[in-house]
């Protein structure tokens, strides 16, 4: 397994932009699709965003389309989710996962290695 480490949550106003980093260890940080998901107080951990190893596949919930962007960098063994026009729904833990096998399943129990949780805060 990987290990992920999430980083760049915060508190942003509505309407504000926030970049998330995912860093991963070992030397197999290429091979793995990678994913985003975020859960909110009291409710399921939902699919965001996933991007596969190369790059050239790339999954967006509604939710966020034409507002977050997800990116890799295998050289630095790491994943972005850029974030603009913040609203406040948005606010919940964003986790990074990684799996491999099918990119299109995109629930969380398809993903095998996750990290602890970045908290995003959107105010209005």
């Known amino acids: 397994q990987v290990q992920l480490v999430e980083s760049g949550g915060g508190l942003v106003q509505a309407g504000g932009s926030l970049r998330l980093s995912c860093t991963a260890s070992?030397?197999?940080?290429?091979?793995?699709?990678m994913g985003w998901f975020r859960q909110a107080p009291g409710k399921d951990r939902d699919f965001v965003a996933a991007?596969?190893?190369?790059?050239?596949?790339?999954y967006y919930a509604d939710s966020v389309k034409g507002r977050f962007t997800i990116s890799r960098d295998n050289a630095k063994n790491t994943v972005y989710l850029q974030m603009n026009k913040l609203k406040p729904e948005d606010t919940a833990v964003y986790y990074c996962?990684?799996?491999?096998?099918?990119?299109?399943?995109?629930?969380?129990?398809?993903?095998?290695?996750w990290g602890q949780g970045t908290q995003v805060t959107v105010s209005s």
């Open positions: 996962a990684a799996k491999y096998g099918d990119l299109r399943a995109t629930t969380p129990e398809y993903f095998g290695s």
């Open positions: 070992g030397r197999t940080f290429s091979s793995y699709h």
């Open positions: 991007i596969s190893w190369s790059g050239d596949k790339i």
